[in-house]
T-cell receptor, first 114, second 118 residues
Framework: QQQVKQSPQSLIVQKGGISIINCAYE??????FPWYQQFPGKGPALLIA?????SEKKEGRFTISFNKSAKQFSLHIMDSQPGDSATYFC?????????????FGSGTKLNVKP | EAQVTQNPRYLITVTGKKLTVTCSQN?????MSWYRQDPGLGLRQIYY???????DKGDVPEGYKVSRKEKRNFPLILESPSPNQTSLYFC?????????????????FGPGTRLTVL
């Protein structure tokens, strides 16, 4: 049973468009929600993260929207570029004996067409 | 350069032949983890370590072993690999700021090891 549910599985967006990836969770103990970006042949790398005490965080063209009551969060990529083509994973974590226990979504493969 | 390295990057083996995937980090991180990545399932934690000689099971530990004898190294051992362990494996390391009372952690991932068990 996946602790973090991610959709869609794949996404095709035209250059300059907005890419939106959604995630949902049930465990209210989660208190940190990062997004990771993975290029083919590479390991995932942290893209942007949010804590549940804010509803939105923006870094450049990347924005996380967070809805605590609905237990949902999403990644928005504005002005999507072909270089953004990658697999994106949402994640959620909580402290377990001073160790951050992470759960990842199933991933979204984004293809930005020129 | 701060990094996590894994070896080998690619491995094809046969059922039952013991193998070890090495992982090393040069960032002096206390925490290290092993994940497997499978299509449609994302990343699932196999084992993690909070410090030297301190390890614990993650969510999918069956068929795997780990050890942490040195802070920088965290090898993953498959004593008797089976075809259902064919997967893409990632090692990750992280640092926890104990001054912060909530989870906030950047995991640094290695480049991955693609394992095929025939």
């Amino acid at each position: 049973q996946q602790q973090v549910k991610q959709s869609p599985q794949s996404l095709i967006v035209q250059k300059g468009g907005i890419s939106i990836i959604n995630c949902a969770y049930e465990n209210t103990a989660f208190d940190y929600f990062p997004w990771y970006q993975q290029f083919p042949g590479k390991g995932p790398a942290l893209l942007i993260a949010i804590r549940p005490d804010v509803s939105e965080k923006k870094e450049g063209r990347f924005t996380i929207s967070f809805n605590k009551s609905a237990k949902q969060f999403s990644l928005h990529i504005m002005d999507s570029q072909p270089g953004d083509s990658a697999t994106y994973f949402c994640a959620a974590s909580y402290l377990l004996w001073n160790f951050n226990k992470f759960y990842f979504g199933s991933g979204t493969k984004l293809n930005v067409k020129p | 350069e701060a990094q996590v390295t894994q070896n080998p990057r690619y491995l094809i083996t046969v059922t039952g032949k013991k193998l070890t995937v090495t992982c090393s980090q040069n960032m002096n991180h206390e925490y290290m983890s092993w994940y497997r990545q499978d299509p449609g399932l994302g990343l699932r934690q196999i084992y993690y370590s909070m410090n030297v000689e301190v390890t614990d099971k993650g969510d999918v530990p069956e068929g795997y072993k780990v050890s942490r004898k040195e802070k920088r190294n965290f090898p993953l051992i498959l004593e008797s690999p089976s075809p259902n362990q064919t997967s893409l494996y990632f090692c990750a390391s992280s640092f926890k700021d104990r001054g912060i009372p909530y989870s906030t952690d950047t995991q640094y991932f290695g480049p991955g090891t693609r394992l095929t068990v025939l």
